[in-house]
């Protein structure tokens, strides 16, 4: 069964915002809220690079120094759906998309491999 699913992702000029979407299967996340929830992304040649997170209750959230001011990120746990508001968007924003779900979910966590579960991604792309 899928687990992680994006969506909303494409191709935006440079100044564009575009909002992606996470939903988690009901059937692997039975209560969703105990749950930290992360977005990472990754370029073409690059490693992936975490972006976002947010605590299972969506109390807390943490940015990457290079979005902060630019991305939000959210959750609505009635609907096991984590958002990612993308604004001011730049090329340096193009990549795929990830997002991931923690077991812990009182904390954040910038690492991968503290991360349960992904999702197979979502292209990104910001024309200049």
């Known amino acids: 069964q899928v687990q992680l699913v994006e969506s909303g992702g494409g191709l935006v000029q440079a100044g564009g915002s575009l909002r992606l979407s996470c939903a988690a299967s009901?059937?692997?996340?039975?209560?969703?809220?105990?749950?930290?929830m992360g977005w990472f992304r990754q370029a073409p040649g690059k490693e992936r690079e975490f972006v976002a997170a947010?605590?299972?209750?969506?109390?807390?959230?943490y940015y990457t120094d290079s979005v902060k001011g630019r991305f939000t990120i959210s959750r609505d746990n009635a609907k096991n759906t984590v958002y990612l508001q993308m604004n001011s968007l730049k090329p340096e924003d193009t990549a795929v998309y990830y997002c991931a779900a923690s077991n812990t979910g009182y904390r954040l966590y910038t690492y991968l491999y503290k991360y349960d579960y992904w999702g197979q991604g979502t292209q990104v792309t910001v024309s200049s």
């Open positions: 947010i605590t299972g209750s969506g109390a807390n959230t």
């Open positions: 009901r059937r692997t996340f039975s209560n969703y809220a105990n749950y930290a």
